[in-house]
Nanobody, 114 residues
Framework: VQLQASGGGLVQAGGSLRLSCAASGTSGNINYMAWHRQAPGNRRELVAGISSDGSTNYADAVKGRFTISRDNAKNTVYLQMNSLKPEDTNTYYC?????????WGQGTQVTVSS
């Protein structure tokens, strides 16, 4: 199983980005999909998650600005990020729980300039 993340980049404060993460090499049901972020020297933190039934959870810092969604047919999870702030600058990682095992994608850098 491989997860391929994309969509990061440089954006001005107040702007938007959409991250995508697609899983390949699996035909199993994907239970939980999530996005995390980590700055150098900091712990990786959960940004948003979405269960197989569509229920979602968000970190307080991104509620109302970020939206997580999934496309089960494409084994893909998305993170729509609006009203970006400089403090959202981080490396973002996707993860997926497949057959009770957690897989990680490579990081994608998001940089928000003030």
């Amino acid at each position: 199983v491989q997860l391929q993340a994309s969509g990061g980049g440089l954006v001005q404060a107040g702007g938007s980005l959409r991250l995508s993460c697609a899983a390949s090499g699996t035909s199993g049901n994907i239970n939980y999909m999530a996005w995390h972020r980590q700055a150098p020297g900091n712990r990786r933190e959960l940004v948003a998650g979405i269960s197989s039934d569509g229920s979602t959870n968000y970190a307080d810092a991104v509620k109302g600005r970020f939206t997580i969604s999934r496309d089960n047919a494409k084994n893909t999870v998305y993170l729509q990020m609006n009203s970006l702030k400089p403090e959202d600058t981080n490396t973002y990682y996707c993860s997926m729980m497949i057959a009770f095992r957690n897989y990680w994608g490579q990081g994608t850098q998001v940089t928000v300039s003030s």
